[in-house]
Structures are given as structure tokens and as C-alpha cells.
């Protein structure tokens, strides 16, 4: 005659071994509730970015300083750098070409606030538009250099030493006019906007020649 295998020792291992399955999907489970837990806690407690504050005239340009984004990512310098020596290039240099002119202006206006703009566009217009490389392109072209980036003590500020060779069209001289030229810009990080994406808005500028030595 047959014997049965549900003994006691059999049902005493049969319910250890399910015991045993019971405890490994209950600790799997508590891990798997534990890391969703602390992905909680850091979505939940991570510190959310501010308003940002712009004022902005009928057609939705800069007028005013910017107040920075407390919580967003902050561009590092190297970036910032290389964004206010292109600034500084395309504001001062003169393609011989009219919609190369353009597009650089519209780019360097794009990244300027009120007292930026307005320095720019004074000097543009002094001498009857003689430095406008809109108007100027016909008469000479411009390249730019740039000599040394230097962060000033002053928070927020760099000092950017350049030369401006300017070479007249009329004449056939291959070496140009050199001069050196020192402009301080004050930045800040904002909201990107058309024609800046990176949000660097310059909010102070001025520029002069160096005296010759």
C-alpha cells in the first residue's frame, strides 16, 4: 500500500519554505518601498526656482536690470567669459557684408539691457553714424581682437581689453589702424529670451579707447 507524503516533518518544511518565500517578497518589497521614499523626499525638498523679474517695454524688450534666478542653474564663468568676448566682438567688428552686420547687432542688442542698448546706440550714432557698421560697411572694415578677460572685484563685472583694426576701403594698405580699446560690462543671469538662450543679459557697459602711451 502506498504512503503518504504529507507527513508532519513534510508540512513543517512545506510551510518553512513558504515562510521563507513570504520573507524575501516582504524585504524586496520594503526595499523597493524605501527608494521610492527617498525619491520622494528629494523631489518634494528640493528647493523650487523663483519668479523672475523683467521689465520689458511695448515690444517685449529689456528696459531694466534683472533680478537673478535664485535656484536655477548657475552658468559658469568659462561660459559667461566667452559669451561677453563675443559680445564685445560682434558690437565692435565690421563685416563687409550688410546682413552679417545685422545679424551681430541683433544679437548684441538681444543680450543688452536699457543702459547697455542706449551706450551702444550713442556711439553707433556719433559722427553721423560713422562707427554704424550698418552705414560704415561701405567705408571700411573692422575686425576685432580680443586681448585679455578679466573678472573685477566688483561683483558680477569683467573688464575685457580688445584692439579694433580698422581698414579703409579706399586705400590699398594692408596693414590697418590699430587701437586699444577697455570696456566693462556688468552681467547678470536671467531668463533666456529670443537671440539669448543663455539668459546672460548685459546690464552696465562702457568702453573708451586707451590713451596711447
Not at 87 to 99: C, L
Not at 146 to 174: A, C, G, M, N
Request: hydrophobic fraction near 40%; glycine fraction near 6%.
Amino acid at each position: 500500500m502506498a504512503t503518504s507524503l504529507k507527513t508532519p516533518i513534510y508540512d513543517d518544511q512545506l510551510t518553512a519554505w513558504h515562510n521563507r518565500r513570504l520573507w524575501f517578497l516582504l524585504c524586496g518589497a520594503g526595499g523597493v518601498i524605501a527608494i521610492l521614499s527617498v525619491a520622494l523626499c528629494v523631489i518634494l525638498l528640493r528647493p523650487h526656482s523663483a519668479p523672475w523679474v523683467i521689465e520689458v517695454n511695448g515690444k517685449g524688450e529689456p528696459m531694466g536690470s534683472l533680478l537673478p534666478l535664485s535656484g536655477s542653474t548657475e552658468i559658469g564663468d568659462s561660459t559667461i567669459r566667452f559669451e561677453l568676448e563675443t559680445y564685445i566682438q560682434h558690437a565692435f567688428h565690421v563685416s563687409p557684408n550688410f546682413e552679417e552686420n545685422k545679424l551681430w547687432l541683433s544679437t548684441v542688442y538681444a543680450m543688452s539691457t536699457k543702459q547697455a542698448a542706449d551706450a551702444l546706440t550713442f556711439y553707433y550714432r556719433a559722427d553721423g553714424g560713422a562707427n554704424n557698421p550698418l552705414v560704415a560697411f561701405t567705408k571700411y572694415w573692422q575686425a576685432v581682437r580680443i586681448v585679455r578677460t578679466l573678472k573685477l572685484p566688483i561683483k558680477d563685472t569683467y573688464q575685457i581689453d580688445y584692439t579694433v583694426d580698422r581698414h579703409d576701403k579706399s586705400k590699398l594698405e594692408l596693414t590697418g589702424t590699430l587701437t586699444n580699446w577697455r570696456a566693462t560690462l556688468r552681467v547678470i543671469q536671467g531668463k533666456p529670451a529670443d537671440g539669448n538662450p543663455l539668459g546672460i543679459w548685459v546690464t552696465d557697459l562702457d568702453f573708451q579707447p586707451e590713451a596711447k602711451s
